[in-house]
């Protein structure tokens, strides 16, 4: 065998795949290349408008006010029409040229593809989840839509707001529906969801004009708000006050009365299972949840693996600030004084909540003034400070951030829960500010939004663990510019990364190994310095969300390691402000194609 013959036309073939490869537009020329790009994004951009104009609740959050007076279809139907949509997309996609599209388009077209295929497989897992929990349910989402979303700046947009207060019945009956198909399919909330979900409904209906009460109910106080701000005579603003109330009392009060009945009724059928091990094929379920959530192919024992490690970790820093602090005790003990010592806690007051506030949006104003070290790009849009609204804040995780509408009509926006003072930390209060606020969610997701070169589907994409990584990455980073100067604070920085390494352990625990509410709670408590109150709250997040809270570790593990990749790969060319352009310029994206991105950023800058 003539082996020398053998490996020449080896190493001619291979050297024809590179040049194939490398030349991804084959014999396509410029205009080309430019017409079927351009030909595809006109596409996206059609279907984007296409799911636009499909939600009511979409337009409003984009700032238009088309349907400004409709709900979303919740009924089950809808799972059907979408699956429809989707095949009928993938249909053309597959149609496509991708040889002919330039790099940007066919990032465009991978991303796409890959989630109307996700869109298509997910169909068997529609009734797998909890439309109504004690974290994100429509009997709370629909009145927080209507006062942080429908703005009124006319006659007509009130008559808007009431005409959607009216078609709540509908929205209920829907809901309720889907809830019955989910009893069906063996779906049902654990009992402990019952009890926070209908305390939240009731709250609905509390104050004016459903009772004696001379406090007006949250509704009403948004609309009549509003309202009072309109330069129109004042008959015309008591005409439109009447007729809010009229619409409160005669449709949203029966709409939520029914809802109530329906689940003071299934909360008789549940029980206490928390984990999606009960699901009909619960496991493949849970495997899918964290393929979409983490976007990896980690299997529910690695992540655990990862948290269990992580866990250790970060409990040998926090050894350190202890030692640091001249504190004589176990790191158990080190911990009950961080709950319990009065000097990390505002009072459980007005006065507490307003100085907390005050004082997060000085954390976030400081930072402002520092960007210029690490960012290139910034977002335009601005963000303010808000404690969650009273009548959701009993159920509502700590802190969350709400995105601004895109014509620039309603900033960003990070909630924090001021409900119990003694979960909110000062020392918490920087990471907790940078991870919602700057540079953290708002960063990213307000710059997302503002890319102008990218297709609209892609400015709001949402990959939890990009976007959720990111934000714990963003904890992290002002302490490598100086920030976190009190040992305290920098400790509260630890506590907020391992309460994410825990949730690995403890969101597999439940899921997959079976592990009780309150097998879940003890870990928490055994092994951070949060309240009580804290550790509840994020189980039974994980018992309503399967594998969600897995994302932000991995997430930021990820970012952390194609950047010390970068480093190592860049040496002295590495700068800090490109890379992250390179993370932030494109939409928030899987992390395998965020990988590949910045690994085609080395390559370009070595060559």
């Not at 409003?60 to 709900?71: A, E, I, P, V």
């Not at 429509?138 to 703005?151: D, G, K, Q, T």
């Not at 924090?416 to 700057?438: F, K, S, V």
């Not at 400790?491 to 097998?519: N, P, Q, Y």
């Amino acid at each position: 065998m003539n082996f020398r013959l053998i490996n020449s036309i080896l190493a001619i073939a291979l050297l024809v795949l590179m040049i194939s490869c490398n030349d991804k537009n084959g014999d396509y020329s410029e205009e080309e290349i430019a017409e079927h790009s351009e030909k595809l994004n006109e596409y996206f951009e059609a279907e984007f408008q296409k799911d636009v104009a499909d939600s009511p609740m979409m337009q409003t959050r984009l700032g238009q006010k088309s349907d400004y007076g409709k709900w979303d279809d919740f009924s089950h139907l809808k799972y059907v029409e979408d699956l429809k949509k989707a095949k009928n997309r993938l249909e053309y996609l597959k149609k496509v040229e991708v040889e002919a599209l330039n790099e940007q388009t066919r990032l465009s077209y991978d991303l796409y593809r890959q989630k109307i295929e996700n869109e298509i497989a997910d169909y068997d897992y529609r009734f797998y989840n909890y439309p109504v929990n004690q974290m994100f349910g429509y009997h709370a989402e629909l009145p927080a839509f209507l006062i942080n979303m429908h703005r009124i700046d006319s006659v007509s947009d009130a008559k808007a707001y009431i005409s959607r207060l009216e078609k709540i019945p509908g929205v209920m009956e829907e809901v309720i529906g889907n809830l019955k198909i989910r009893e069906q399919n063996g779906i049902v909330p654990p009992v402990f969801v019952f009890e926070k979900v209908l305390d939240a409904s009731r709250n609905v209906l509390r104050g004016k004009p459903f009772g004696k009460s001379t406090d007006e109910s949250a509704l009403l106080k948004d609309f009549k708000t509003k309202t009072e701000n309109l330069e129109i005579p004042g008959e015309k603003k008591k005409e439109l006050i009447n007729a809010a109330e009229n619409a409160l009392v005669k449709n949203v009060k029966p709409a939520y009365e029914n809802l109530i009945s329906f689940l003071e009724i299934q909360q008789k059928r549940a029980n206490n299972d928390a984990g999606a091990w009960k699901f009909p094929k619960g496991d493949d379920f849970y495997k899918n949840a964290l393929k979409r959530t983490t976007t990896t192919n980690l299997s529910a024992e690695e992540i655990h693996q990862i948290g269990l490690k992580e866990v250790a970790r970060i409990h040998t820093e926090m050894e350190e600030i202890k030692n640091e602090v001249g504190f004589d005790g176990t790191l158990q003990d080190f911990f009950e004084f961080m709950r319990s010592d009065e000097q990390f806690y505002y009072a459980n007051d007005s006065i507490g909540r307003k100085k907390y506030l005050n004082e997060a949006t000085a954390i976030i104003n400081t930072m402002k003034g520092r960007l210029d070290d690490l960012f290139l790009t910034k977002p335009e849009a601005e963000l303010v400070v808000k404690a969650v609204e009273p009548f959701r804040e009993k159920s509502a995780g700590k802190a969350f951030y709400q995105q601004p509408a895109t014509d620039g009509s309603r900033p960003g926006t990070y909630y924090a829960n001021l409900y119990d003072m003694a979960a909110m930390p000062t020392y918490q209060m920087e990471a907790l500010a940078y991870h919602e606020g700057i540079p953290g969610h708002h960063m990213q997701i307000a710059i997302a939004q503002e890319l102008e070169d990218i297709p609209q589907f892609r400015k709001f994409s949402f990959y939890t663990a990009y976007v959720e990584g990111w934000g714990l990455y963003s904890e992290l980073l002002p302490k490598e510019i100086g920030f976190y100067e009190d040992p305290y604070s920098d400790f509260g920085r630890l506590a907020m990364e391992l309460w994410r390494s825990c949730r690995l352990v403890v969101d597999t625990g439940i899921h997959a190994k079976k592990w009780t509410r309150e097998e879940g709670i003890a870990y928490y408590k055994e092994n951070t310095p949060n309240a009580e109150s804290d550790c509840v709250k994020m189980v039974e997040r994980h018992i309503v969300m399967p594998g969600q809270a897995t994302a932000y570790k991995i997430g930021m593990n990820k970012i952390l390691e194609i950047r010390e990749n970068a480093k190592e790969e860049l040496g002295e060319d590495f700068d800090i402000r490109e890379f992250h352009d390179v993370i932030l310029l494109d939409g928030a994206l899987p992390l395998n194609i965020l990988e590949e991105k910045v690994e085609d950023w080395i390559s370009g800058k070595n060559n």
